[in-house]
């Protein structure tokens, strides 16, 4: 018998046997799994510029995202840095829908963002804010260019 | 001309991408259960993206109060009479586990949030923090004379104090009589 041929029927038996052996009924099987911690985890972006604005108008909306990117349901709340001292952006407003929105003030607004449909995933939250200076009373006797605030968004279980 | 163009679209749409900032805690909430002058302590793990500067504050309720609205928690550790040691102020590299211990001087159930932010980013999340006490406001019994803060309380002390003022008062009402 060729050598070639002897060696192949070899290996075949060997591979034949490692297949009847793993095949064989075990007393027990193991299930394994990764369980995650419970965590909240937000995203924010840095900075939401709006259209120039003055007294008297309503700015055009502004789209953002707030990402759910933790293990349970978060209510986020928004709200100025205590080191804005300014009165314009206290005339933010934020709401889910873009469209007949009911434009809810900073301060008094907060969304609920559900937890990723899978562990490990993520959850986004479509945002948009305006900035309604419609209601502004006060005289603008200088423009302010690049008047800004922080708006911190804080998240905690619902 | 359109390449160039091409070149703006992505080099703003890369900005807007790296520019979003991430915090995550776990757990989302604690509870602190025990008995009044004893130090409680828990863990929380901060995560964070790269290395961030991270400060922390904790805010409170009136006491009884355990609804979880934000702004209804608005009272500092000391107006409840409750001591709680935590990094305020510390730089984190991609994840840190941290301790918050707690020590209350008055009997009660506080609910708290223990606030953490990445400096100069706009976002911050809030640990919902319970705390049930049990024991003796022995502050209020004792006044002064015995601090709960730092030492074992010294019952006897103002008894005794009573006791060595009468019998001087009583040895002086004897000595005036004869």
Redesign the interface.
């Known amino acids: 018998m060729n050598k070639k041929i002897l060696s192949l029927m070899v290996f075949g038996f060997v591979l034949f046997g490692a297949a009847f052996a793993s095949a064989q009924p075990t007393e027990e099987t193991i299930f394994s799994v990764n369980v995650l911690e419970t965590e909240i985890s937000i995203s924010v972006p840095d900075r939401i510029v709006f259209n120039d604005i003055a007294a008297g108008y309503l700015s055009e909306d502004q789209g953002f995202e707030l990402i759910n990117s933790g293990t349970t349901d978060i209510r986020v709340t928004p709200s100025l840095n205590e080191s804005y001292n300014g009165a314009i952006f206290k005339n933010l407003k934020f709401d889910t829908v873009k469209t007949n929105p009911e434009m809810t003030r900073i301060g008094v607004f907060n969304v609920e963002v559900s937890r990723p449909n899978i562990p490990g995933g993520e959850k986004n939250q479509q945002m948009y804010a305006w900035l309604d200076l419609t209601q502004y009373s006060e005289e603008i006797n200088k423009t302010m260019e690049n008047h800004e605030a922080t708006v911190l968004f804080t998240a905690t279980q619902q | 001309m359109v390449s160039k163009n091409l070149f703006f679209i992505f080099f703003i749409f890369f900005i807007?991408s790296i520019?979003?900032?991430?915090?995550?805690?776990?757990?989302?909430?604690l509870n602190f259960e025990g008995e009044v002058g004893e130090e409680l302590c828990n863990k929380i793990?901060i995560?964070v993206n790269g290395t961030e500067n991270v400060t922390g504050k904790i805010k409170w309720a009136k006491e009884g109060y355990s609804k979880?609205i934000?702004?209804e928690h608005n009272l500092d550790s000391e107006e409840l009479n409750l001591k709680v040691k935590f990094l305020k102020k510390l730089t984190i590299e991609k994840s840190e586990e941290i301790e918050i211990c707690l020590r209350g001087k008055n009997t009660g159930n506080y609910h708290g949030?223990l606030?953490y932010?990445i400096q100069g980013?706009?976002?911050?999340?809030?640990?919902?923090t319970n705390v049930s006490l049990e024991g003796k406001d022995f502050i209020k019994m004792t006044g002064n004379f015995i601090n709960a803060e730092d030492k074992e309380p010294n019952l006897l002390l103002f008894p005794t104090i009573l006791l060595v003022v009468f019998f001087a008062l009583l040895f002086w009402y004897k000595k005036k009589i004869s």
Request: hydrophobic share 40%; no cysteine; charged share 20%.
């Open positions: 807007y520019n979003a900032a991430t915090l995550s805690i776990s757990p989302p909430q793990r995560k979880r934000l702004h949030v606030l932010r980013k706009p976002l911050q999340i809030g640990i919902w």
